[in-house]
């Protein structure tokens, strides 16, 4: 399989390395935790950056899917001494950018499934993205096939028990196991909605009383000038 990755704006890809030299000189190679874990036969495969998509589990719950997808930044992975780093920019629109690098198993995995990948006999091109779902599915790879129905979604960090790691899934089959869970996420995101009844305010009956009291009550003043007409 032959993954192809769009070329980044200049502006982007400096963010990344420069971020990705000063990690360096605040956290050298020799000072890093235990060797990476490479699945096997996930060598040779070097990528770049990649779009990454946001999607929110509102969208997934109203069954918008990929088609709410947004585009939020790039990614890479690179493996210096040995050590795999995952580089983000993350660019929202009206917002600066900001850079973040991460190291351990996770970044790991994502290289290995990429190399798998690559390794695949299939005469197949896609180009590689990442989907994010807050909460449910953070890391996915988006293969963007080009032919309507050829898209593929990988999980790699996901909370749902019915996504496989590693593992390709149809757009369909892939929402469908998080469809739930995003319901009640996007349900318990709204706030209350109080009823108009509880709205309202009370109406004061005692002003009504003391009103309809005050036109009852006869006018002294009028009393004693009518008696002295009548005189």
Do not use: C
């Not at 351990?104 to 180009?127: C, F, S, Y």
């Not at 706030?191 to 002003?207: G, I, M, T, Y």
């Amino acid at each position: 399989m032959r993954l192809i990755y769009p070329k980044p704006p200049p502006r982007i890809r400096d963010l990344a390395y420069q971020a990705l030299n000063m990690e360096l000189l605040r956290h050298p190679h020799e000072n890093a935790g235990a060797e990476p874990r490479v699945h096997e036969n996930a060598t040779g495969h070097v990528p770049d950056l990649h779009k990454v998509f946001l999607l929110q589990a509102a969208d997934v719950a109203k069954k918008k899917d990929l088609k709410a997808a947004k585009l939020t930044g790039w990614y890479d992975v690179m493996v210096l001494s040995g050590i795999s780093h995952g580089i983000e920019v993350a660019q929202p629109r009206g917002s600066a950018a900001a850079v973040s690098i991460a190291r351990g198993a996770e970044v790991d995995d994502q290289l290995a499934i990429l190399t798998e990948l690559a390794n695949m006999k299939q005469p197949r091109q896609v180009e590689v993205r990442v989907l994010r779902i807050p909460w449910i599915a953070p890391f996915s790879y988006w293969l963007h096939g080009g032919r309507r129905g050829s898209d593929r979604l990988i999980p790699v960090i996901s909370s749902s028990p019915r996504l496989q790691r590693g593992r390709q899934y149809a757009p369909s089959e892939f929402f469908k196991a998080i469809r739930e869970p995003a319901v009640h996420l996007a349900r318990n995101a709204q706030p209350p909605v109080r009823s108009k009844s509880k709205l309202r305010p009370k109406k004061n009956n005692s002003v009504k009383t003391s009103r309809r009291a005050a036109a009852a009550k006869p006018n002294k003043s009028s009393q004693r000038t009518v008696q002295k007409r009548s005189r």
